[in-house]
């Protein structure tokens, strides 16, 4: 889910048996889709500057909140006068604490068991919903993985616990994640840099699957994008899908929750936009687990590699970042008008389903292999073949129908248009809570460039053929 924006590096065509690739197929060696193997400078500089900025963004923005009301001119405003110093924000500022180490090694704890030890049964009793041990996607060595679905178990019985807390036993209080908020930066890191430093070392040491590893030569390329492709600890620790999902989105509607608790509490009250905020974000969450089989096709699971930018990013960036707006309103209690709060709700909806109805066609269409109705209609397609590492050619069809035919990502586009829904709850007044529409277009703009890179190193020119045929990404006439 959590993406850092992954640098495109330049390729090289490692040692490989020549003959396995016929030029009709694709531009590429046989399972080179993935990603590079030789960085350049550009791409080097920016793997270096995330590297070292990215952690310094999380505390800016959660500091400000903090210390300034959310405002992020004022902190430099100050700076620049001379009234405050790095060193005195960095005073001020809560440091670590052994309560928030306990609580944090106690939420982890719990995911790893929900993950490792509580099969699925959701998808016994759930019409529709595919958990259970499910199959991923082909890896460019030609492994399918199999992985144990069971997040939405996972979530249900997670939340189901923090209401019987905050109904019944009163263990601690629904603030809990607020009122630790700084202090839990420090342990979210220390686990994200830790499992990012495990995967390296790993990854030369006891890699689950050589085949699948991927070495450029530069060590910090190599430490940001992840050497393998699907480290795993026995059979089933996925490292990429226990990341990815727990413990950083499982967390992201209990601090939603934890910020309207927050703001009841200080207030007496909570806002309709705390209340949007919550909902929608509170859709996003539980679409991404209901669909989490569907997830493992999606390009975090199936095409990125594990390293710093998955594991640090899953359990920094993502709870501390997506959940802006939240914070945002603890501090800044908006209330908006009707036809506000009603404008923002349908904004958030109507990305929502364009988002999921354009995922679910691209879905349908692969499973049933275009012998399924899109709008009504039989889809059209584009067929296409490439070779996996192992020299073995494979067929797959780009469907150019439904929302496929409008633009090449218009997945992206609704998902753009739910950010900016929550972004748009927390009102004008300050430009923090927008700071996530900023980055998701960043994000997603990014994500088309190096998907599309991608897509043309596998599929060669029926890649082509299917950009002639629909010429847009995200937005139909203008990109
Ligand atoms: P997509 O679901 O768009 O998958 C892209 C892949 O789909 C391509 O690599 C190609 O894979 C296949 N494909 C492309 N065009 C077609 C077509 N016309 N017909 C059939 N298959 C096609 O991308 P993502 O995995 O990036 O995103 C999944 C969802 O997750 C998106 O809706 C996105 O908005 C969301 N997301 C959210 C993030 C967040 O942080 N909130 C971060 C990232 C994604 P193949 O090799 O199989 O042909």
């Given amino acids: 889910m959590f993406s850092a924006v992954a640098m495109e590096a330049t390729r090289r065509r490692p040692k490989h048996s020549s003959n396995s690739v016929s030029p009709d197929v694709t531009e590429e060696p046989a399972g080179q889709w ?64 052994w309560t928030a180490a306990q609580i944090y090694t106690a939420w982890v704890s719990l995911q790893v068991v929900l993950y490792m030890c509580v099969p699925d049964i959701t998808h016994k009793f759930l019409p529709g919903y595919s958990g259970g041990v499910q199959d991923g996607a082909r890896t460019p060595a030609g492994l399918i993985n199999k992985y144990e679905i069971n997040g939405l178990q996972s979530w249900l019985i997670t939340h189901a616990l923090w209401y019987a807390n905050a109904k019944y036993f009163h263990w601690f209080s629904p603030t809990i994640i607020f009122d630790n908020w700084i202090p839990l930066l420090w342990c979210t890191n220390i686990l994200g840099y830790s499992v990012s430093t495990f995967a390296f070392i790993k990854a030369y040491l006891f ?26 600890i026995g059979k089933w620790f996925d490292f990429k899908l226990f990341f990815n999902g727990r413990p950083g989105i499982v967390a992201w509607t209990l601090i939603n929750l934890s910020y309207a608790a927050k703001q009841q509490e200080l207030y007496g009250y909570v806002t309709n936009s705390m209340i949007l905020v919550n909902v929608l974000q509170g859709i996003y969450v539980l679409d991404f687990f209901w669909n989490e089989a569907w997830y493992l096709k999606t390009i975090d699971i199936c ?24 914070l945002y309103l603890v501090y800044n209690p908006v209330q908006l008008s009707t036809a506000h709060a009603a404008a923002v709700l349908l904004l958030g909806l109507t990305g929502y ?15 049933t292999d275009g012998k399924c109705s899109i709008w009504g209609k039989k889809p059209t397609f584009i067929e296409c073949a490439y070779r996996s590492a192992d020299g073995c050619l494979h067929h797959s069809k780009l469907m150019t129908s439904g929302f496929w035919g409008v633009a090449r990502h218009l997945n992206y586009t609704g998902d753009l248009m739910g950010s900016l829904a929550y972004c748009v709850a927390c009102g004008f007044g300050h430009i923090h809570p927008y700071f996530y529409i900023f980055y998701m277009t960043i994000l997603l703009v990014h994500r088309c460039v190096r998907d599309e890179h991608r897509c043309r190193s596998k599929y060669g020119k029926d890649w082509k053929r299917y950009t002639d045929a629909v010429p847009y990404r995200l937005l139909p006439g203008i990109f």
Avoid at 223 to 229: A, L, P
């Fill in 303 to 326: 095409h990125d590699h594990f390293g710093w930018y998955l594991g640090w990013g899953d359990c920094v960036w993502l709870p501390f970042l997506y959940t802006l707006q939240g």
């Fill in 353 to 367: 389903y364009i988002f999921r109805s354009a995922n679910h066609q691209k879905d349908l269409f692969r499973r």
């Fill in 34 to 97: 993935g990603r590079a193997w030789e960085v350049d400078w550009f791409s080097l500089s920016g793997v270096i500057l995330l590297l070292c900025t990215a952690p310094f963004q999380v505390f800016f923005f959660v500091m400000a909140c903090d210390q300034y009301q959310c405002s992020v001119t004022q902190p430099l405003v100050e700076l620049y006068s001379g009234e405050a110093t790095l060193g005195s924000i960095w005073d001020k500022a809560p440091s670590f604490t």
């Fill in 207 to 232: 890699p689950t699957n050589a085949e699948d590893c991927k070495f450029t030569g530069n060590v910090f390329y190599n430490y940001m994008m992840g050497i393998e492709f699907n480290p795993r």
